[in-house]
């Protein structure tokens, strides 16, 4: 038998379920495939960073499976209804018997995958889906009542149970298979519509060894202190493994195992005891709560909010501020240094997200929908889980989100949580004149060194926003 592996956001050959799964049922070798959709991708936003990034990861798993004698072939089409004719094609000239692939759970990338298992049950070719983006499977989660959770803290409770009970481990790579006798193909280097000169390799290196070593550094020397410091964007205080995650680089099962390790077990579910540890795993844990809601909320891919009554909202429509949002030029210093460091890097610290978040949606009364696609433009982990699961968050719409009346103060999160203003004067060079904490309120110094300033003065009252947001909120009620 001859299998097919359909590789998506899974790039690895380490913990990879459906790798494993292909080769299992394999005794005449393994071929692997990955179907390149641009026009799909510029619907879905998908950064131009975040394609770049993908391409490397592809030129690492060919060479990884190279040396398994798995070869990688490159297909494309124009969007997800092409890739059945793509598969089809590839399993009658490579007389492929099993295809096998990890599931994912969006709505559109859900159709497409049972597009595909229809097409193979036609022509006689056997399909094999494995489950590995989360760590327990949807649904494997439930209330008393059979329900689906809403709320994340007694979501985490049962999770570490079932966990507990039930957890999957992680699984080593396969071993070398027999030869095919296929050459495998070339990755590109660009995708037509993206922009491959936005990469940022210097910062975000491909493969899996480089997320492996990425994730032991973090291990060694940073978890112990994760609770104290994962919101001091000044520090470089977290995994940044989200991009990796995010395609697949490395599996949440591993990091999960790492982080147990380093918390000496599974945390107690009753306990209230924090560590870095712990908390890290708590992370893990509301990215599995984020698409155990997509699959029980098909709506959430589909633009639309969780509670039904924020729809009514009467959200403003002014482009230029929306813009100097975007462009990092709003006078609230902690803002634009986050939404530059978005534009520079392709990744925004977790703090500043809901900095940057709460600010458009609250006091700019910004629709959430705008900012959400914003993100996902520039993110090099553009995910749409965590990414709707954020926005929702901070903007009130969305399921366990911030109460309404929750409005982070920009200028209090910024001498909180850079509180010597070194993040802020490394992305606004117009302030780096300005020492300690004051860099956060330069309209409060002499009006003279401010004229020299060249930065802009706030676009809104913090004050007066804030209040105009609670109010649209009770105008709901």
Avoid at 34 to 62: G, M, T
Avoid at 83 to 108: G, K, M, Q, S
Avoid at 228 to 243: F, V
Avoid at 311 to 321: A, F, K, N, P, Y
Wanted: aromatic share 10%; with cysteine; net charge neutral.
């Amino acid at each position: 038998m001859k299998s097919l592996v359909w590789f998506r956001s899974d790039l690895r050959t380490d913990d990879n379920p459906a790798l494993r799964e292909a080769c299992s049922v394999s005794d005449d070798g393994v071929i692997a495939v990955f179907v390149v959709c641009p026009e799909q991708w510029k619907r879905h936003d998908w950064a131009d960073i975040r394609v770049a990034f993908l391409l490397r990861n592809l030129r690492a798993l060919s060479d990884a499976l190279s040396g398994l004698n798995i070869p990688l072939l490159i297909r494309e089409c124009r969007d997800f209804g092409g890739v059945p004719d793509v598969l089809e094609r590839v399993i009658r000239e490579h007389a492929i018997d099993c295809l096998c692939f990890n599931r994912e759970y969006e709505v559109n990338e859900t159709g497409r995958d049972d597009s595909v298992a229809s097409r193979c049950r036609e022509i006689g070719c056997r399909v094999r889906v494995s489950d590995d983006q989360c760590i327990l499977t949807p649904g494997a989660v439930k209330t008393q009542q059979d329900g689906w959770y809403t709320v994340f803290t007694p979501f985490k409770k049962q999770w570490l149970g079932v966990y507990r009970e039930d957890g999957v481990k992680s699984v080593a790579p396969p071993r070398k298979q027999a030869d095919p006798g296929v050459a495998r193909d070339d990755v590109p280097h660009s995708v037509l519509g993206f922009d491959a000169a936005l990469d940022r390799a210097d910062l975000w290196p491909a493969g899996e060894d480089a997320a492996r070593k990425r994730l032991e550094q973090f291990v060694e020397s940073k978890i112990a202190r994760y609770d104290e410091l994962r919101d001091r964007p000044d520090i470089n205080g977290t995994s940044t493994l989200s991009p990796y995650l995010a395609h697949g680089v490395i599996s949440a099962r591993v990091c999960l195992e790492f982080a147990i390790e380093a918390h000496g077990g599974l945390p107690d579910p009753k306990s209230k005891e924090k560590s870095g540890a712990s908390v890290w795993i708590s992370e893990l844990i509301w990215r599995e709560f984020y698409r155990h809601l997509l699959v029980a909320f098909p709506r959430l891919c589909k633009h639309q909010p969780f509670q039904l009554e924020t729809r009514r909202i009467r959200w403003r429509d002014s482009d230029e501020d929306f813009a100097a949002w975007c462009e990092g030029r709003t006078g609230i210093p902690i803002v634009d240094a986050a939404m530059r460091q978005l534009a520079r890097t392709g990744w925004m610290h977790n703090r500043l997200r809901m900095i940057a978040a709460m600010f458009l949606t609250k006091n700019l009364l910004i629709d959430w929908r705008r900012g959400e696609r914003h993100f996902m433009r520039h993110l090099v982990d553009g995910d749409l889980a965590s990414n709707n699961g954020g926005w929702q968050w901070s903007a009130s719409t969305g399921t366990d989100a911030a109460p309404y009346f929750r409005i982070f103060n920009p200028v209090s999160q910024g001498k909180r949580f850079d509180p010597e203003g070194r993040f802020v004067r490394a992305l606004v060079p117009e302030l780096g004149g300005i020492e300690g904490d004051a860099v956060h309120e330069p309209w409060a110094i002499p009006s003279l060194l401010c004229g020299e300033l060249r930065y802009p003065d706030p676009i809104c009252d913090l004050g007066e926003t804030r209040q105009r947001a609670i109010d649209a909120f009770k105008a709901l009620k």
